[in-house]
């Protein structure tokens, strides 16, 4: 007669193993339909997108990126960037510190207001502005007087790009800074350190790889908004015109392989975003190990 408890264990370890077929199968499954959705939405358009700028060779691809509208784009989306950027990294730095180290009133409202622009179509956004400093605008009186021009103009697309990014630095130290809590920050003012050296030898060295982090994901943003800038830039080309509106003007004239050359720009500067992001990401994740 067959021992039970022998019996009863051989029946658990064929369960066993059949449950770790069925998890093993379903892990394929899940990690090939990712890989398929990758392949087909990420890696293929940036395949083609780069042969159709190289397709007529590569002195046409050069030739396109150094016609004079190009490099105005260019340097147009390289000014915004260099703009907006350190601006918000100022103001995500500062409320990030106030929210996760300080209770005051009207803490709610200021997180509300960072995630506004998540809410907010960019394309209301750059209306926005429009409605602000157009034309018939409600400080068109006053920017005339002065004889300034924000809207279809350089401010306009600095102040609509500041807006869409100005979350990303923020949201991303926000929840860092409440993980560390405030222990350290309290025993360096109980050791005399004033408000600016406890945030340069105490906050700031804890926060260094997540602002790296936001300032990414801000940066790539910045270079490749569309929907604000679009609304108060005007398209005035060689003017107004950033990388992502000169992109839509040559492709709208039928100028595919010079609107190709400038998008693989935009794919590459991506790219590159992305390869920092992970080198950041690996960084993170080995100092918390």
């Known amino acids: 007669m067959a021992n039970p408890i022998l019996v009863s264990s051989r029946r658990q370890t064929e369960v066993v193993n059949v449950a770790s077929k069925k998890e093993g199968i379903v892990r394929w499954v899940l990690i090939g339909m990712a890989l398929l959705f990758l392949l087909l939405f990420l890696v293929l358009p940036l395949v083609i997108v780069f042969y159709e700028a190289l397709q007529d060779g590569i002195e046409m691809y050069l030739a396109s990126i150094a016609e004079p509208d190009a490099q105005a784009a260019i340097a147009l989306t390289l000014l915004t960037a260099a703009i907006a950027v350190p601006l918000n990294l100022v103001f995500g730095v500062a409320a990030s510190w106030a929210i996760a180290k300080f209770e005051f009133r009207g803490k709610n409202i200021l997180l509300t207001l960072i995630d506004l622009p998540f809410a907010v179509s960019p394309v209301i956004s750059g209306l926005m502005f429009v409605l602000l400093f157009g034309m018939e605008g409600m400080f068109a009186p006053w920017l005339e007087a ?77 270079m490749g908004e569309f929907g604000a800038v679009s609304v108060v830039s005007g398209h005035i080309r060689g003017l107004t015109n950033t990388m992502p509106l000169h992109v839509e003007i040559l492709y709208n004239e039928y100028n595919f392989a010079a609107a190709f050359s400038v998008a693989s720009l935009l794919a590459l500067l991506a790219i590159v975003t992305l390869v920092v992001k992970g080198v950041v990401e690996w960084r993170t994740a080995r100092r918390g190990h």
């Not at 979350?167 to 005399?192: D, H, K, N, S, V």
Request: glycine residues 8%; positive net charge.
């Open 146 to 222: 002065y004889n300034m021009k924000i809207v279809f103009a350089v401010p306009g697309i600095v102040l609509a790009t500041i807006f869409v990014t100005f979350p990303f630095i923020a949201r991303e130290l926000i929840p860092l800074m409440q993980a560390q809590g405030t222990e350290e920050e309290e025993a360096a003012r109980m050791l005399g350190a004033n408000g600016w050296q406890i945030f340069f030898r105490v906050t700031l060295p804890n926060i260094k790889w997540g602002l790296l982090y936001g300032v990414i994901l801000c940066n790539a943003r910045a």
